[in-house]
C-alpha cells in the first residue's frame, strides 16, 4: 500500500512539474520565466510610452499648424479688408474729381451755349 502511495505521490509530482514546465514557457526556472516576462512588459512599456510621446507631439504640432492657419487666414482676410478700402478710397477720391470736372464741363458747356446764341442773334441781325 505504501509504494502504490508513493508511485501515486512520484506521478502526481511529475504530473505538477509538467504543468509547472508548461506554465514557465520553456525557461528552466520560476526567477528566469519571471525576468523574461519583467523584460517583456518593460519592453511593451517603453515602447508605448514613447508612441504616447509621438502622439503628443504631433497633436501639439497639429494645433500650432492649426493656429498659424487661423492667423494667416486672418491676416489675408485682413489684407483683402484694407485692399478693399483703399480702393473705395481711391474710387470716392476719383468720383469728387469727376464731380469738379463736371462742373467746370457743365459751367464751360453754358459759357459756350451763351456765346453761341449771341452769335447766332448777331448774325441774324446783320
Same mark, same amino acid.
Given at each position: ?5 508513493? *508511485? ?16 514557465l ?26 508612441? /504616447?510621446?509621438? /502622439? *503628443?507631439?504631433?497633436?501639439r504640432?497639429?494645433? *500650432?499648424?492649426?493656429?498659424? *492657419? ?9 489684407? /483683402? ?9 481711391? #474710387? ?15 459751367? #464751360? ?16 441781325r446783320?
Open positions: 500500500v505504501l509504494g502504490r502511495q508513493v *508511485e501515486d505521490a512520484g506521478r502526481v509530482l511529475e504530473g505538477i512539474g509538467r504543468s509547472i514546465s508548461y506554465d514557457d520553456g525557461e528552466e526556472s520560476y526567477g528566469a520565466y519571471l525576468r523574461r516576462e519583467s523584460a517583456q512588459i518593460s519592453d511593451a512599456y517603453s515602447s508605448s510610452d514613447r508612441s /504616447l510621446s509621438e /502622439l *503628443e507631439g504631433k497633436f504640432q497639429g494645433q *500650432e499648424q492649426g493656429g498659424r *492657419e487661423e492667423s494667416r487666414l486672418g491676416d489675408s482676410f485682413l489684407g /483683402l479688408l484694407l485692399h478693399a478700402r483703399a480702393l473705395l478710397r481711391e #474710387t470716392r477720391h476719383v468720383s469728387s474729381g469727376l464731380r469738379d470736372k463736371y462742373d467746370l464741363l457743365a459751367l #464751360t458747356v453754358r459759357s459756350h451755349g451763351a456765346r453761341l446764341s449771341r452769335l447766332k442773334n448777331d448774325y441774324l446783320a
